[in-house]
């Protein structure tokens, strides 16, 4: 029904009940479920379960009646026993149409009954004559235990009134488009366009143990996996696909031990060793956990030891189902790069690499955005995997577009007037990435259509492809409180990942993270459909994340939000970085932030505290109470050395006459010493240390001030000495532009260099360049050596 006014009345009164009844503007629909029974010509219905005045008849409820049915009331459902008395009375009353049970019946049939009804009079949009007559044969499923079933419901008409339509009522069937949400398995009849494609991937995902799918955002990636392949899979009569599927997230390992606990449970059983048993006991001490839990936690626990341990269970799965072929989905891969720490991508990572190499009849099916593919080729074993396994998801073209658009809508027996297909083709125009902005237009069509017609009206005021999506955000926005919407920035802000060199995406945000205090706003953003809650069935932790992200590129207003609050998001998911690796150390004090890094988080949490979790705050007062900590004891280790200093200055001054002396006459030869030091080194070559330790001998024969003339003398001939002879001895000069940044490797062999070319050079010490580095996308900053000469580190 578009924008139906639904009222339930449990146990209501007769006041109650009456009341509603006399309501105007009407009711179309009466339905009542409960119990009832036939006293002489009329009929008596159950209302409530108190002791008194808990049943009417229908001659109690005449007057009532009459205004519904004045009001418009069309149909009364009565889905209750032994009805043919309230069929008589209300037949006395002129209602367009009455549908009662005969006789005495028990709950289950009349369950069953509304049940099919309803799927083929507003689904189906039979006429309500034949949605009863099949319902009713349906039922001759249930006639071994109640004989007779399929005649106990009766329609009783007004000849005098035409018996009303779905369409009639102001009804129209389910929407068959997803709008902003992938199709799923059980959306696979309502999913076309991709057939061809989806043929191309279930030969793939049969013959090969990697197939990664890869496309822009919101080129239905998601969709084609779970609506298009797995559908044709199950239906394979030569072999049974066993199905499992996760998204990577925050912690992919746990992600992955949960699909495959709650999939393959009995696989897992063997997977049990003493450190394992350990750690599930020391973790069970502090919570109940279920038996589905601990098996999480035990896999969890195998794969963090052992990246052979995924491939051992799919072989034991295997043996287990001979005639199984195990395909794992891992939806949404770009989640490894996005959101969780290095130690878990890689621990994920050769884990699936392990199983891809070695385990039998398996497949691992991925979906990966175009734009995070360099990330993945970055890791060797990764891009030596995916040679071969990639299969591109390219825009539709306009024919697989018309399927898309049409096909749907003709299944629901639904429309579309003459050169509207080709206007929302036209609108979408083979780009990538618009496919959620065309589902969600015509999901905005689908609540305006007129008569089973969809129409250029209401495509004009939903705004087109084009405004549809951000013209219902922006009405959802408008419809919000000054304070609310002050939030709505707050919460959509926390939704959003801003990194390097990569567009905004969207991103997994816990309750924490968007605060408690903020979750009742979620819930009716959930309600308008801008965001999606769910549960993390691991820690049964509340998250929250933007529909698609279609609406980061389409809401203007979302992105100027980025825009002014770009510069704090950006800090924020850096920190949450470094707060992962704390974690990952045990929350080792050396982890915790040092210099600038805390000068930064000092000055957001004194501008931006409100929008720092509760993590993140104790993260960085952690790191603050270190520093005070180190600062008290080095003031404490200052006050000791004055306080020795103090002692010891009476006695110092008693001997500073004969100090002053030996003091002087000591400056006096190690001025003539370093001298002497300068013109060895020349004499050996070493010219810019010699010019070095010269200067040094100028220095201190200055602060002397009293010197003999030949010292005096003998520094400066050394001075000119290692000034005027020293020459230019190479010169580096293959960069493009500035270079930023220069280092020395530990043995001193070679020297690496970092340019705003966006490349790193490593040079040898003639100036000969030994090797250019191109991986960079932008400006090289920095570049330093690891301890042992064999790694380089940028930025």
């Known amino acids: 029904l578009l924008e139906p006014e639904i009222v339930f009345l449990v146990n209501p009164s007769r006041q109650e009940f009456n009341t509603h009844l006399w309501q105007n503007p009407g009711w179309d629909i009466l339905f009542f479920a409960g119990h009832s029974h036939t006293e002489g010509a009329t009929g008596r219905i159950s209302i409530n379960e108190n002791q008194k005045n808990n049943s009417l008849t229908i001659e109690q409820l005449e007057e009532a009646l009459k205004a519904a049915i004045d009001n418009g009331l069309q149909l009364a459902i009565f889905n209750s026993c032994d009805g043919l008395g309230l069929a008589s009375a209300l037949e006395k009353l002129n209602i367009p149409t009455v549908i009662v049970m005969r006789e005495p019946v028990p709950n289950l049939v009349a369950q069953e009954f509304f049940k099919h009804f309803l799927k083929a009079f507003a689904v189906e949009r039979q006429s309500l004559y034949l949605a009863a007559q099949q319902a009713r044969r349906k039922l001759q499923g249930l006639e071994d235990d109640f004989p007779g079933a399929s005649w106990l419901p009766v329609i009783c008409q007004n000849p005098a009134v035409e018996p009303p339509s779905w369409l009639k009522l102001g009804g129209v069937p389910p929407c068959p488009y997803r709008g902003l949400f992938a199709f799923r398995e059980e959306d ?22 990697l197939v990664a799918v890869l496309g822009s955002s919101g080129s239905g990636k998601s969709s084609v996996v779970f609506a298009g392949l797995v559908p044709q899979l199950r239906q394979d009569s030569y072999i049974d696909y066993q199905i499992v599927s996760f998204r990577p997230g925050h912690h992919p390992l746990e992600a992955l031990a949960g699909a495959f606990a709650s999939s393959i449970g009995e696989a897992l059983q063997d997977f049990h060793t003493d450190n394992i048993n350990k750690d599930i006991n020391q973790r069970n001490q502090n919570s109940k956990l279920t038996a589905r839990r601990l098996r999480e936690l ?200 801003l990194g390097e060199g990569v567009e905004v995406t969207r991103r997994l945000a816990t309750h924490d993270e968007v605060k408690s205090e903020n979750w009742d706003l979620v819930r009716r953003l959930a309600d308008a459909r801008l965001v999606v809650t769910n549960r993390n069935e691991s820690s049964g932790e509340e998250t929250v994340e933007i529909v698609h992200e279609a609406l980061i590129r389409s809401w203007g207003r979302l992105e100027r939000w980025i825009q002014v609050d770009g510069e704090f998001r950006y800090w924020q998911e850096q920190l949450r970085s470094l707060i992962r690796q704390w974690e990952s150390s045990s929350q080792d004090e050396g982890a915790l932030l040092r210099g600038k890094p805390l000068s930064d988080a000092e000055y957001w949490q004194q501008k931006r505290i409100d929008e720092l979790s509760s993590f993140e705050r104790h993260f960085i007062e952690l790191s603050l109470a270190l520093r005070d900590n180190e600062l008290k004891k080095h003031k404490r280790r200052r006050q000791l050395t004055i306080s020795g200093l103090t002692a010891g200055l009476m006695l110092s001054l008693s001997l500073a006459g004969v100090a002053w002396w030996k003091s002087l006459e000591s400056a006096k030869n190690e001025v003539k010493a370093t001298s002497e030091s300068s013109a060895a080194l020349f004499a050996l070559n070493k010219h810019l240390d010699s010019l070095k330790v010269a200067i040094q001998a100028g220095q201190k024969l200055q602060k002397l001030g009293l010197a003999p003339p030949q010292t005096q003398i003998q520094v400066k001939l050394v001075l000119r000495q290692a000034v005027y002879q020293v020459k230019e001895r190479n010169r580096l000069s293959k960069h493009l532009s500035d270079v930023y940044c220069v280092s020395f490797s530990p043995d001193s062999k070679t020297i690496a260099s970092a340019s705003e070319d966006k490349t790193i050079k490593l040079w040898s010490l003639d100036g000969q360049v030994l090797h250019t580095l191109k991986g960079h996308s932008s400006v090289v900053r920095s570049v330093s050596f690891s301890p042992d000469g064999k790694t380089l580190a940028s930025r």
């Not at 696979?188 to 143990?209: C, D, I, M, W, Y």
């Not at 496919?435 to 609540?447: D, K």
């Open 188 to 209: 696979a009849h309502l999913f076309f366009g991709r057939e061809q494609f989806t043929q191309n991937l279930v030969t793939a995902s049969k013959r090969k143990p």
């Open 298 to 497: 035990e896999l969890e626990i195998a794969l963090r030891q052992d990246n052979k341990v995924l491939y051992k269970i799919i072989e034991t799965f295997v043996q287990q189902n001979p005639k199984t072929r195990l395909v794992l989905i891992a939806d949404q891969f770009e989640e490894l790069y996005t959101l969780c720490s290095e130690e878990e991508r890689r621990g994920v990572l050769d884990a699936l690499l392990n199983a891809v190499q070695f385990a039998p009849a398996f497949t691992l099916v991925l979906t990966l955005r175009a734009d995070f593919y360099g990330y993945a080729l970055s890791y060797r074993p990764f891009s030596d995997a995916l040679q071969g396994a990639v299969l591109n998801l390219g825009p539709m073209n306009r024919e697989e577009l018309r399927a898309a658009i049409e096909n749907p809508a003709r299944q629901m027996q639904v429309r579309l007037k003459k050169e509207l297909t080709n206007k929302l083709i036209d609108a979408v125009d083979e780009q990538s990435g618009r496919l959620p902005l065309l589902e969600f237009a015509l999901t905005q069509l689908w609540s305006k259509q007129t008569d089973g017609w969809l129409t250029h009206q209401s495509y004009n005021e939903i705004g087109g492809v084009e405004e549809a999506l951000a013209s219902h955000a922006e009405t959802v926005y408008a419809q919000l409180s000054e304070i609310d919407r002050n939030r709505a920035q707050q919460v959509f802000m926390q939704l959003v990942r």
